[in-house]
């Protein structure tokens, strides 16, 4: 993984500080540049020391992680004056608590990618609406056969190997799939980059990253950004290779008695184009798939 994951305690509130300082000017917060070239594009940390009304040798310790115990005041300060939004500012309070922790946790359980046998049953009721579930790490840790056949290219994959960001940025079916793939990764990485400056030793986390940090330069470039926005609530359109375009509502929930894994579910209204397309996708062979397809749109 990048140094800056493999670092604990206060690497993670350094890092999302230093990113989130470059993204304000000195013109946003009213301060006078002055004449003269700057070294960042955003705030010095003096400045944002003075802004947040906390010494700037504490806030450069904040940085370096070398002071893992702000106060609360500090923390909202900090957000104030760098002009977090709410997800944000509930972000680096999480950053906060995580540096503070001052007894190491327990070694974490090894990763599982089983799921019970009712959960299968239920996903198994659920068709032909496409359902799968994920964990925090996004593997798909199981899906109903429409859910595999909506992600194109996913069925070539080994089933150890499924996980939704890997998908997104290594497969080369992803980027046609998606009508907002720019907004499907943002989302993706944000949530990722969230849970590695939380909670970084989570069971193949690191590994995931390690990968794509070698694998993908787009990877690389999202994981510097360090968005951490939450995806917008909607619909979903598919651009599908066999079925054509489609429009999928969908719905995340958290389920009981799992590590984080979640259960996600997408529908459309019975009688609709798209519903009959995802009638297609749940079919048994991807061939008559293509051909039903084509006769509906032809």
């Not at 670092?7 to 000017?25: D, E, I, Q």
């Not at 010095?44 to 040798?57: C, F, H, M, N, V």
């Not at 894994?261 to 009959?276: C, N, Q």
Request: proline share 8%; glycine share 10%.
């Amino acid at each position: 993984m990048a140094r800056e994951q493999r670092n604990v305690g206060g690497s993670g509130l350094g890092v999302f500080l230093r990113t989130r300082r470059g993204r304000v000017t000195p013109e946003d917060v009213g301060l006078a540049t002055g004449a003269g070239l700057r070294r960042t594009p955003g705030l010095r940390r003096e400045e944002l020391a003075t802004l947040a009304g906390i010494s700037i040798d504490y806030y450069a310790r904040l940085e370096r992680g070398q002071e893992t115990n702000p106060s609360p005041a500090v923390v909202d300060a900090l957000a104030r004056a760098l002009r977090l939004d709410a997800h944000e500012h509930r972000h680096l309070r999480d950053l906060a608590e995580r540096a503070d922790r001052r007894s190491a946790p327990g070694l974490p359980a090894a990763s599982e990618r089983t799921v019970r046998p009712g959960i299968e049953l239920m996903l198994e009721s659920l068709r032909p609406n496409p359902a799968y579930v994920i964990s925090r790490t996004m593997d798909i840790l199981a899906g109903n056969p429409g859910s595999v056949r909506l992600f194109a290219g996913t069925e070539e994959w080994p089933a150890e190997r499924r996980n939704a960001l890997r998908y997104l940025f290594l497969d080369p079916h992803a980027p046609k799939l998606f009508a907002d793939w720019d907004e499907q990764v943002r989302t993706c990485v944000g949530r990722i980059r969230a849970l590695a400056g939380t909670e970084p030793d989570t069971p193949g986390l690191a590994p995931l990253i390690d990968e794509l940090m070698r694998e993908s330069p787009e990877f690389v470039r999202r994981w510097t950004d360090y968005d951490v926005q939450p995806h917008p609530r909607g619909d979903k359109t598919f651009r599908h290779p066999e079925v054509g375009d489609l429009t999928l509502g969908y719905q995340s929930m958290q389920l009981d008695g799992t590590p984080g894994d979640r259960l996600v579910v997408f529908f459309a209204e019975p009688g609709t184009p798209d519903h009959d397309k995802m009638l297609l996708l749940d079919g048994a062979d991807t061939g008559a798939v293509a051909r039903s397809a084509g006769e509906k749109q032809g």
